[in-house]
């Protein structure tokens, strides 16, 4: 990097830190103390760490944009004043995550201001990336609980039909011989499925160039998430109605998340290896000889 991008970089950073310390500390509060938001700890440490990989090759082109940069920077500053006045009479939660928001885009700014829109561009990515630490407000993330809670329902409802257990299902109820259970907001695991909503993107990015098969895998990591519940609940209920009833308050109960979704985790590698095979099967001829000197 050159000095005074870095330099500029910095003090940009830090009047974030001054002026937006109030939402970036309810942020971090909220992603420390809430399950649902754990995913928010992750986001700073692989952006960062997804920039410093590419900018060797970047920093040659780096060069400052003013211009650019500034249009997101005043376009930051203005919403601030503008929401200031708004912001009074909004929930606390939303506040939150239009204060968040606000601290992002100007992060985004200043890094287009200091290195440019064509390093900016090469790193969309983890630039965009960084919105992820905007965190959804309540009535938001209760809508996409409610999403995953229905799916998940019907998903499981399948399973049972499959493995030929007659089930009756009544809105998040599912009742099968011996046992009723509750798909309940925890079976939603919106946790640990934006956990791997996140983790896909990463992968995605770093192992596949065709930018329709990066989103085809995203895309397809929710409905393996709400797979990834349906497991859970459809294990859970045949190892305690054939097995022992133990094991629905049992430790895989309460404990046995991360077993689904290492197998729903193993499920995205599978299909970035295809998708990787067939990246790698279309490369012309040529791009696959080594390159002569001389």
């Not at 760490?49 to 900018?55: G, R």
């Not at 797979?227 to 094991?247: C, E, H, S, W, Y």
Request: one cysteine or more.
């Amino acid at each position: 990097m050159k000095r005074p991008g870095i330099w500029s970089f910095a003090a940009l950073w830090a009047i974030a830190l001054v002026v937006g310390w109030r939402p970036l500390a309810a942020t971090f509060a909220l992603a420390w103390g809430n399950d649902q938001y754990t995913h928010i700890l992750l986001i700073l440490p692989v952006s960062a760490a997804l920039i410093y990989l590419d900018w060797p090759a970047l920093k040659s082109i780096s060069a400052p944009n003013l211009r650019a940069g500034a249009i997101l920077l005043t376009v930051a500053v203005l919403l601030a004043v503008i929401l200031k006045w708004v912001l009074v009479v909004l929930p606390s939660d939303v506040r939150v995550s239009i204060g968040m928001l606000l601290v992002v885009l100007w992060w985004v700014g200043a890094f287009v201001f200091c290195f440019g829109t064509r390093v900016s561009r090469a790193l969309i990515f983890p630039l965009c990336f960084l919105f992820w630490l905007v965190p959804f407000p309540e009535a938001m993330l209760n809508a996409v609980v409610t999403f995953l809670q229905q799916w998940t329902t019907f998903a499981a409802s399948v399973l049972f039909n499959a493995a030929g257990v007659p089930v009756a299902k009544n809105g998040f109820l599912l009742t099968i011989p011996g046992l009723t259970l509750q798909v309940a907001q925890e079976c939603s695991s919106i946790r640990s499925s934006l956990m791997l909503l996140v983790t896909t993107m990463v992968l995605a990015q770093l192992s596949l160039r065709s930018p329709w098969k990066k989103a085809l895998v995203v895309v397809l990591a929710v409905p393996l998430s709400v797979a990834k519940n349906a497991l859970r609940i459809f294990t859970i209920a045949m190892l305690g109605t054939r097995v022992d009833p133990g094991f629905l308050t049992g430790r895989l109960h309460r404990q046995g998340g991360i077993v689904f979704f290492l197998i729903s985790l193993a499920g995205v590698f599978v299909l970035l290896w295809i998708l990787r095979r067939t990246e790698h099967q279309a490369l012309p001829a040529t791009a696959l000889r080594p390159a002569r000197l001389g």
